[in-house]
């Protein structure tokens, strides 16, 4: 508590932090009370005991049966913001594609017109480990929006029923040989993208007009692939209710005379980083299963 005061004072901010265990207590009664939440929570937490949840208002689209709490977070992160709130916070990848009972929570989220933007991150982005994670960005508002339009009719494209992907796992700032980070104008150009998409006048207080203009030279928003994609919840739900952006993005079209053979080399290598960074964190949490099994057995 102490620390979290002293990181507001720091910043020139005030704040009301308590101590408590968010899975169990509900502090500040924050059930439709809050027009911004931003989180970066712990991911893949086991062993929450979900009998103590039960009827508890913050989880309105149920009870997640894997032992792990990534959707009772974003639940929790849903269930506070009021009625145009937005939410904007951190996830594990596999929360994404998870099955059986997270995808019926995440439909029922999809349904409930809630998601609006979704971004892959790779790689090196935190300090303490190599995986890569997604942003989820929550609008209890967009319910309120017409269904999209068709294409050419305004400016975006945003709509009830729409959701924007975002594959940001290519556009980074190395730091050093382990680290990563976005620089203030890859910040605001994939923040542009979004004002596009919501038919919004784009910034250039970081000299992002440049990056802008090349993908989107007309100055509206349109699909690029390899880079961003506007899905409806019809598409969603042909993907099995899937939030993975890389399912709906694709690849970037690459001229053959454009090609090298390092550069490329040097993508694929990232991409298998990422991929067995994911397959590490699942063998773990299958020996974990497994142990937790044979201890009851």
């Given at each position: ?11 020139g ?6 101590q ?18 931003m989180?970066?929570?712990?991911f893949n ?10 009827d508890?208002?913050r ?13 009772l977070w ?12 937005r939410?904007?916070?951190?996830m ?5 594609d ?14 409930a017109k ?23 960005f929550?609008?209890?508002?967009k ?9 050419g009719?305004r ?18 700032r190395?730091?050093?040989?382990a ?12 923040a542009n ?10 910034e250039?207080?970081?000299?992002s007009?440049?990056?802008l ?13 390899g ?8 598409e969603i739900?042909?993907?099995g ?17 454009d ?16 991929l ?5 964190e699942?063998e773990?949490?299958?020996?974990e299963?497994?142990a937790?099994?044979l201890?009851?057995?």
């Open positions: 508590v102490r620390l979290g005061k002293m990181n507001l004072a720091a910043h901010l005030a704040g009301d932090i308590r408590g265990n968010t899975y169990y207590e509900d502090l500040h009664n924050s059930v439709g009370k809050f027009d911004f939440v989180a970066n929570p712990p937490v086991n062993a929450v005991d979900k009998e103590r949840l039960k508890d208002p989880f309105p689209f149920g009870m997640p049966r894997a032992d792990n709490a990534n959707y974003i639940q929790n992160f849903y269930s506070a913001l009021n009625d145009t709130g939410a904007g916070f951190v594990a990848n596999s929360a994404s998870a099955r059986p009972s997270e995808l019926e929570i995440r439909r029922q989220l999809i349904e809630a998601v609006d933007v979704m971004v892959a991150v790779g790689s090196n982005f935190f300090y303490t480990v190599t995986l890569p994670c997604t942003l989820w929550l609008d209890k508002g319910a309120q929006l017409p269904p999209s339009p068709p294409p009719e400016a975006g494209v945003s709509g009830s029923d729409t959701v924007l992907f975002i594959d940001a796992r290519h556009i980074y190395q730091l050093d040989r680290h990563r980070d976005f620089t203030p104008e890859q910040i605001e150009f994939l993208i979004v004002r596009l998409y919501r038919g919004e006048e784009p250039n207080l970081h000299d007009a440049a990056m203009e090349e993908k989107f030279p007309d100055g509206q928003y349109q699909d690029v692939p880079l961003c994609k506007v899905a409806t919840i019809a739900e042909a993907q209710w899937s939030l993975n952006p890389g399912r709906y993005v694709g690849v970037a079209a690459r001229e053959e005379d090609f090298d053979f390092f550069e490329r080399l040097e993508e694929l290598n990232e991409e298998l980083e990422a067995n960074s994911e397959a590490r699942l773990e949490r299958i020996a299963n497994v937790g099994i201890e009851r057995v």
